[in-house]
């Protein structure tokens, strides 16, 4: 079992910035694929970026050049950097991680770019 925990979501003025963090608990976290998805209202929940056990990284191409996902194996988490943010960024973000047996979400956390 993984539990996740996101947080960092918020208000932000277009052009902006955000880092939104997802803390592990439960399993080796070195061990887990990790992911960010984001769902608009009304819309299916997407793949935002992804990084593997090995570091490497995937990208949705909206966000390609905006945004940075990194993990810290030490602290088991996982980071997305938002940068150049836009209105249609805004969505819940979901936390998501992938072991051998099983995937595992966490609860969103709500972003929205908005003057």
């Known amino acids: 079992q993984v539990q996740l925990v996101e947080s960092g979501g918020g208000l932000v003025q277009p052009g902006g910035s955000l880092r939104l963090s997802c803390a592990a608990s439960g399993r080796i976290f070195s061990r887990l694929m990790m992911g960010w998805y984001r769902q608009a209202p009304g819309a299916q929940r997407e793949m935002v970026a992804s990084v593997g056990t090995t570091g490497t990284t995937n990208y949705r191409e909206s966000v390609k050049g905006r945004f940075t996902i990194s993990r810290d194996n030490a602290g088991n988490t996982v980071y997305l950097q938002m940068n150049s943010l836009k209105p249609e960024d805004t969505a819940v973000y979901y936390c998501?991680?992938?072991?051998?047996?099983?995937?595992?979400w966490g609860q969103g956390t709500q972003v929205t770019v908005s003057s």
């Open positions: 998501k991680a992938i072991s051998a047996s099983a995937s595992y």
